[in-house]
């Protein structure tokens, strides 16, 4: 899945953290939801204008993240 659609980084808003289609809800706010065990469909029932596709592509974007970390501290 391609995130870039979706995932976007402005400097004024979040304090340039990545954001979702430009709404204020972040990557790190997902992630976090879904790391303290909420389902996606209790995401997206307490943010409406959260796609499904929103929250695959937060895991994208970080899976990406990860793999360019990793392959930083090899080099």
């Not at 706010?29 to 303290?36: F, P």
Request: negative net charge.
């Amino acid at each position: 899945m391609s995130y870039g659609d979706r995932i976007t980084i402005k400097t004024g808003k979040r304090d340039g953290k990545p954001c979702i289609r430009g709404l204020r809800i972040t990557v790190y706010d997902i992630l976090e939801y879904l790391a303290s065990g909420m389902s996606e469909d209790e995401i997206l029932s307490d943010f409406p204008d959260l796609e499904r596709a929103d929250i695959r592509a937060c895991l994208t974007f970080a899976a990406d993240r990860e793999k360019k970390l990793a392959t930083a501290s090899i080099s």
